[in-house]
């Protein structure tokens, strides 16, 4: 049988991978459980793609606010974050760019055509069940087209109801308040409306002055003192309400799933602290909402999967500010995106998909001379996977086909790209307790609406950034029922990346005129470690040791007359890392988290002038969970950045020094 398979799944690694050789072709048209303390790591059962995971009770012990904090403790990412409970968060992995991340909520992929950034500040983990962080894509064939294209992705899902026999409800109720001002209430309720079908409405606000002391010392690089003086951030503030609905069923072998999502937030972007300028004019209101739906459905050998979304986001950016020009704008996407997946199951070892995506998006801004632009996009992919037990092997390749239109004008620019992928894991011993694994990938990312059509800036003439991915590591995973030790899980994988016709802003020769080329070529080697142990020292204790090691060597090789060839790019570490240790005792939890981003260079020459300085932060939290009748409590304290360390993320934007957090969460 296993080489009736391997003949098979090698004839129709042709067709899956006969993009392998193609460029991009313009045409102008004119866990383990372990005593409700949730282990999570890279599953080779299951996954033969790097991938790893933050779920349940794991995850809501980190200090974690958002979707954006609790992705810190990942290897080989890189958050983006601006400061403050309101600051743009944004995630880059394995140095490929933000816009080489695609970011999923609940199977469908979120979307911004007009700058490609997601920000994940905007995804509070309240009613976040698992979050995980795959690399090349994830562990199955059975996924939209859309999937198979990025260089790397995030998926976030949602809790979804689970009701023992006589359960018709569950309700949940939390207040989180702390420095800054935060008050923070959210709440959840879950029916059970039939045996098939159940819904879940949440709702969350969110308001904080965004107001904290910070250090600005700046040091000349001949040593003196230029700053050092103590301020407080202004024009951080937020507030936000987000509400979402959903409703699943249940079918006969299939299920489907409906969401309805609306997020609305008025906020102050800070801006960056330079030439002793404290407080800046520019305000952001936000109106994302979308309306999605999902539904999977097995026939024999045959399992489809039909997606279906439309969403609408309104940014208002006022910029009010006397010493800088006067802006009121207002931008309006929408985006309909349809996609049926379909796999076949051809024997007991080998299955093949074909997935078709349409996706269109379209942009206006009340803005003088702005070109309004609409984008049609078909994705075909198809895909293949073969598993002999100890050897699985998994074949994709997407084709992508991006038809770009300004409104008002009868030419229009179409755009061809072809993307493969091939994905190996293997059990070298009978014992199972060490995997390898490798892949092999193209990914592309479009330029955005802004990229293209900014006035003053955009290039229609752009081409697509194109990544290639290769990577090598093992898995190595022991466990024992009894003891001090009861289980350990470490992963290391080495990767190189190389990213061509990387998208940057040149000067066109004027003040204040830029335009946007494909100059860059970025060569990435890494390692990324991560390793997971769980100890049983005395009955009813639990203790949890996870630790992240990421090395990274990003270097600039577009042309070796820069002065910054072969350079470090901006604000990538060579050393980062992470480490949390977590004791569970009869209710009690404790939770200490250490996070550690080594020194970067905040501009493309790596000189003294240009150097940034590592930071580390500490973060330490304390809850006991506890029953007053049918209700269970739980009450948390946190300390984020215990040693009150002065940090910038980002430079000139500084980072909070140590505050409070409290929460109490009520749930029936």
């Not at 969350?204 to 050092?228: H, I, Q």
């Not at 009978?430 to 955009?458: E, I, Q």
């Amino acid at each position: 049988m296993w080489k009736i398979c391997l003949t098979l799944f090698a004839a129709m690694l042709p067709f899956t991978l006969l993009a392998a050789d193609s460029e991009y072709h313009p045409v102008d048209s004119t866990a383990i459980n372990l005593e409700e303390v949730v282990v999570s790591a890279s599953r080779p059962a299951s996954d033969i793609i790097p991938v790893q995971t933050l779920s349940g009770e794991q995850l809501r012990k980190l200090n974690s606010n958002t979707v954006a904090d609790a992705l810190r403790y990942f290897s080989g990412v890189q958050i983006k974050d601006y400061g403050g409970v309101g600051g743009i968060k944004t995630v880059n992995v394995r140095s490929m760019g933000t816009n080489h991340t695609g970011v999923v909520y609940d199977g469908i992929a979120l979307g911004n055509a007009q700058n490609g950034q997601i920000d994940l500040g905007q995804f509070s983990l309240d009613n976040i069940e698992a979050i995980s962080l795959h690399n090349g894509q994830r562990s199955r064939i059975l996924q939209p087209a859309r999937d198979f294209g990025s260089a790397a992705s995030v998926y976030m899902r949602t809790r979804t109801p689970d009701f023992e026999d006589g359960e018709t409800y569950h309700a949940r109720a939390a207040v989180r308040f702390g420095s800054f001002d935060l008050l923070n209430p959210s709440a959840l309720i879950e029916l059970k409306i039939t045996d098939r079908l159940n819904a879940s409405l949440s709702a969350e606000w969110l308001t904080s002055s965004g107001k904290y002391k910070f250090r600005y010392r700046r040091v000349n690089p001949g040593g003196e003192v230029a700053y050092d003086t103590t301020a407080v951030r202004q024009n951080g503030d937020i507030e936000a309400t987000r509400i979402e609905l959903n409703l699943n069923g249940q079918l006969r072998s299939g299920e489907w799933h409906l969401k309805g999502y609306t997020y609305h937030s008025e906020r102050g972007v800070p801006g960056a602290i330079v030439n002793n300028v404290w407080r800046r004019g520019e305000r952001i209101w936000d109106a994302n909402s979308f309306v999605q739906g999902r539904h999977r459905q097995s026939f024999g050998i045959w399992t489809t999967l039909n997606q279906i979304k439309y969403a609408y986001y309104r940014t208002h950016y006022v910029n009010n500010d006397d010493r800088q020009l006067q802006v009121d704008n207002l931008y309006r996407q929408r985006e309909f995106y349809f996609s049926t997946a379909n796999e076949f199951s051809i024997i007991d070892c080998l299955s093949a998909s074909v997935s078709y995506d349409l996706q269109w998006n379209t942009l206006n801004a009340d803005v003088s001379g702005f070109d309004r632009p609409d984008r049609l996009t078909d994705m075909l992919s198809a895909a293949a996977s073969l598993d002999l037990d100890r050897f699985k092997a998994q074949a994709s390749a997407l084709g992508t086909f991006i038809h770009d239109k300004l409104r008002g004008q009868q030419s229009a620019t179409d755009r061809s790209v072809f993307t493969p992928g091939l994905y190996l894991s293997a059990y070298p011993l009978r014992a199972r307790w060490l995997s390898l694994r490798a892949f092999a990938k193209r990914s592309f990312r479009m330029p955005t609406f802004n990229d293209l059509y900014y006035a003053d800036v955009g290039n229609s003439k752009l081409n697509p950034e194109h990544v290639t991915q290769y990577n090598f590591g093992l898995v190595m995973e022991r466990s024992a029922r009894r003891g001090l030790w009861r289980a350990a899980t470490l992963s290391v994988d080495a990767y190189y990346n190389r990213v061509k016709d990387k998208i940057v802003a040149y000067p066109k020769g004027q003040q204040f005129r830029w335009t946007m080329l494909n100059l860059g070529r970025v060569d990435i080697r890494g390692v990324d470690v991560s390793a997971l142990s769980t100890f049983a020292p005395i009955r009813d204790l639990s203790v949890t040791l996870r630790a992240q090691y990421t090395f990274q060597r990003a270097i600039d090789v577009t042309d070796p007359r820069d002065s910054y060839y072969r350079d470090q790019i901006p604000y990538i570490p060579r050393h980062s890392g992470s480490a949390v240790l977590n004791l569970d005792w009869r209710g009690w939890n404790l939770n200490y988290s250490f996070i550690y981003v080594g020194e970067r260079y905040n501009q493309q020459e790596n000189i003294i002038y240009n150097y940034t300085q590592p930071w580390y932060t500490s973060d330490l939290s304390l809850g006991y969970d506890f029953k007053l009748r049918r209700v269970k409590v739980r009450a948390l304290a946190e300390v984020n950045n215990l040693l009150s360390q002065d940090y910038d993320v980002i430079l000139n934007y500084p980072m909070p020094k140590r505050n409070y957090r409290f929460s109490l969460t009520f749930e029936i």
